[in-house]
């Protein structure tokens, strides 16, 4: 196998997870609106396809490093991470060889294995993580056996298919949903997207579903269609055959080869199909006329077509060019970078010092080159960045090797009162690492509060939740439904509020009425506005009516 080969089987992977996120997605069990496992990872995949759009290398180690590169830069969320690190085993351990076989392969996805395991704190079986481990180790056992890619390969996926069947053994939470890791669905997802061509030579058909999402996440160049339209009438019709005209449509064929090219004709008893591309339509349609009558025409303009779509394309490339941050020089000691959603919040974080906040958080997030970028447009030799929720933690994290002229110092904040309380206790006097200690130890005495959606039914311990109902968090963990926002908020203050709390912050949303916050913080700062201070603050977040900060 060559890097083109290469090339086309990671497309090929990346197409049948993109055309199966939507299942991976469901297969989430917690009824919390999150990042998505399937978009997250088909995400990722899909940064690399579009890097590998003008790879024209048959180097296969030339080939694994820009899949490897584009990966990390375009990973989301935590399984998008670790997707990248496996990927990046294929880039060390490919790195020197221009053609490889099954066992260069799998030992390659050894390395990434290995370094996945090392990149999670505590790595939990059951998970993604297993899947690919498991894969690894089944096509080690072959490889020595024989080492034609695609026997190998196929051992592999075999290998991660059991371990996927296996994964509620791990975790009782899937046993008692009847699911299977969603992490480890999209791994064995691409795995066998993969082998499809390794096997067959067949590239997985990306669902013409998914064609716009990838077109509206990736931007292209539109190529110069002027230089290679040699007609400009996309013409297609559909013929209702005429049983009394016994004419061969063959015929036709060959005559629409005559006025045009991109010829197909397909019959069968009943229509004859046609598409051509031609500078005479109407001599198209009225051959056409001589197999019987036509049930649809459709003539498009393909000139004006690709008129319209360059100046789309040029019109969204400047928007993009206005948008990017510039890369600014590290003159300052200090400077600060986080990770929010929301008009209200972004401007807290911007009020406290945050030179660049990066759009994202739950159900949103940001890749390792959003957050990367917003580090090198903060012009300071110490960057702290506040990912503020779980799931960005990892991409931050990735960000730390790529930065060559600053420090960059990771708090790794989960929630965004987290990050304001990180933030706030900064002290300019102390070196990087004694202040992320610092910021971080301050940050978990501060409790967070979540009023949200369930974005699926679900059940936890005795209780059923149904998609929509309003639920509500203290720290992570779902302790409240409700029918009312408003009273799911009320409820968890009074959970949250103990008889040492000082502070009380009351952030809504952009779902949430200024009527129904003033509600809610009428009604906690009546129960407890005599000995505690409690703000309200117009955040505008998405996902979330309201977030307690509670200290």
């Not at 086309?8 to 199966?20: D, E, L, M, T, Y």
């Not at 059991?162 to 669905?185: F, H, I, N, R």
């Not at 055959?241 to 015929?251: A, G, L, M, S």
Request: aromatic share 6%; proline share 3%; glycine share 8%.
């Amino acid at each position: 196998m060559n890097g083109l080969d290469l090339k086309k089987a990671v497309i090929s992977g990346s197409n049948n997870i993109c055309s199966k996120k939507l299942m991976i997605n469901d297969l989430n069990i917690f009824p919390v609106p999150d990042g998505d496992t399937g978009t997250n990872m088909s995400m990722t995949t899909t940064a690399a396809v579009s890097a590998l759009e003008n790879v024209i290398d048959s180097n296969a180690g030339n080939v694994a490093k820009a899949i490897a590169s584009a990966m990390l830069r375009g990973a989301r969320g935590n399984s998008g991470v670790i997707l990248s690190l496996l990927f990046r085993g294929f880039s060390q351990g490919l790195n020197t060889k221009e053609d490889v076989n099954g066992k260069d392969l799998v030992e390659a996805l050894g390395l990434g294995v290995d370094a996945a395991y090392k990149a999670v704190m505590k790595p939990t079986e059951g998970t993604i993580l297993t899947v690919a481990r498991v894969g690894y180790e089944g096509g080690l056992k072959v490889c020595n056996e024989n080492d034609d890619v695609a026997f190998v390969w196929e051992a592999v996926c075999n290998a991660a298919s059991e371990a996927l069947q296996k994964t509620p053994e791990y975790l009782p939470v899937l046993k008692k949903a009847g699911v299977v890791d969603a992490g480890g669905m999209g791994l064995l997802s691409i795995f066998e997207g993969m082998l499809s061509y390794f096997k067959d030579g067949e590239i997985v058909e990306l669902d013409e579903n998914d064609v716009q999402a990838q077109l509206d996440n990736f931007s292209s160049t539109v190529a110069e269609f002027d230089e290679v339209i040699n007609f400009t009438y996309c013409t297609e019709f559909i013929v209702g055959r005429d049983e009394t005209i016994d004419t061969d449509p063959n015929e036709l064929r060959l005559f629409l080869e005559t006025i045009g090219d991109c010829v197909v004709v397909v019959n069968d008893d009943e229509i004859i199909k046609v598409h051509v591309h031609t500078e005479q339509p109407g001599d198209a349609l009225k051959k056409g006329l001589c197999y019987g009558q036509l049930l649809t025409v459709k003539v498009e303009n393909m000139r004006e077509q690709h008129k319209k779509a360059k100046a789309d394309n040029d019109a969204k490339k400047e928007k993009a060019s206005e948008e990017k941050l510039e890369v600014k020089e590290p003159t300052e000691e200090y400077g600060f970078v986080a990770v929010a959603a929301g008009e209200g919040v972004t401007q807290l974080f911007k009020d406290l010092g945050c030179e660049n906040v990066v759009s994202g958080g739950q159900s949103m997030n940001p890749s390792t080159d959003d957050i990367y970028a917003a580090i090198m447009a903060t012009p300071a030799k110490k960057v702290i960045v506040l990912p503020n929720n779980k799931n960005i933690i990892m991409a931050a994290e990735q960000t730390v090797p790529m930065v060559e002229d600053r420090e960059v110092v990771i708090v790794p904040t989960r929630t965004i009162p987290q990050g304001m309380t990180a933030i706030l206790n900064f002290d300019p006097e102390l070196s990087a690492e004694s202040n992320k200690e610092m910021m971080m130890d301050a940050a978990k005495n501060v409790k967070t509060g979540q009023v949200t959606f369930a974005a699926r039914n679900s059940e936890f311990g005795h209780q059923k939740i149904k998609e929509g109902e309003i639920i509500a968090l203290e720290n992570g963990k779902l302790t409240i439904t409700d029918k009312s926002a408003v009273k799911a908020c009320i409820k968890l203050a009074k959970n949250m509020i103990k008889h040492d709390t000082s502070f009380v912050t009351i952030i809504y949303g952009a779902d949430t009425t200024e009527e129904e916050a003033q509600e809610a913080f009428e009604a906690i700062n009546d129960k407890f506005g005599s000995k505690v201070d409690v703000s309200l603050v117009n955040g505008g977040q998405p996902i979330y009516y309201f977030v307690l900060s509670v200290e």
